[in-house]
């Protein structure tokens, strides 16, 4: 018998409703995992009611294709619209228009159940977990990206604008000394909050950039 290296924590929710099939499931995730959090539900409606997965944070979900009050497609489809946690779909039969439509819907790999042993499982777990971390890191990044294109476009926009306009009131007025230091104050205080956003910019590109 090959020798499985034990590996860290795992937490993994498993929707399956065969007995014999969820116990093969936890079998394998014992035997490569040394301390792992396994949540079972029998049905998508338990699943979904049930308030309790959402608060904890779970690395991924293995997915029974088959199950008694939802199947197929739909299941697929309803599954990564209420979860944002990886998926695993493990089947007892091959399919692969659904396979791959459960791929371009965002499933992150598609396994038969006779072909799953613990080491397959896993190198799917793993790559799962590493794949959706690089995702949120994307996103984060594009998130960061977006914020630093409006300040850009809105927040430099006000101050340089009441900048011109102080300018021009410099240009048309009649040369009194109160009105000239009065828009010289003003022209500072603007002058002064738009150099504070071209800072808060850099240090969001430079924090970006790390």
């Given at each position: 018998m090959t020798k499985t290296i034990k590996k860290d924590s795992l937490?993994?929710?498993?929707?399956?409703d065969?007995?014999?099939d969820y116990i093969l499931i936890e079998d394998n995730l014992i035997e490569i995992f040394t301390n792992v959090k396994i949540q079972r539900y029998k049905s998508y409606e338990s699943f979904s009611k049930d308030i309790f997965w959402k608060d904890f944070?779970?690395?991924?979900?293995l997915l029974d294709l088959n199950l008694m009050d939802i199947k197929g497609i739909e299941l697929v489809e309803n599954m990564v619209i209420q979860?944002?946690?990886p998926i695993i779909?493990?089947?007892?039969?091959?399919?692969l228009p659904l396979a791959n439509k459960s791929l371009e819907l965002g499933v992150y790999d598609f396994l038969i159940k006779d072909e799953v042993n613990p080491a397959l499982l896993s190198k799917s777990i793993e790559f799962a977990i590493s794949r959706s971390s690089y995702v949120n890191q994307i996103e984060s990044q594009n998130?960061?990206?977006?914020?630093i294109a409006w300040k850009q476009s809105h927040s430099v926009r006000a101050p340089l604008a009441r900048i011109l306009g102080i300018i021009n009131m410099i240009e048309i007025s009649d040369g009194?000394?109160?009105d000239l230091l009065f828009w010289i104050e003003q022209l500072k205080i603007s002058s002064n909050e738009m150099d504070s956003i071209i800072h808060q910019i850099v240090n969001e590109t430079?924090?970006?950039n790390k």
């Open positions: 937490s993994i929710i498993v929707l399956e065969n007995e014999g944070k779970w690395d991924a979900i979860s944002s946690i779909i493990l089947t007892g039969y091959v399919d998130e960061k990206l977006k914020n009194e000394n109160k430079e924090d970006f």
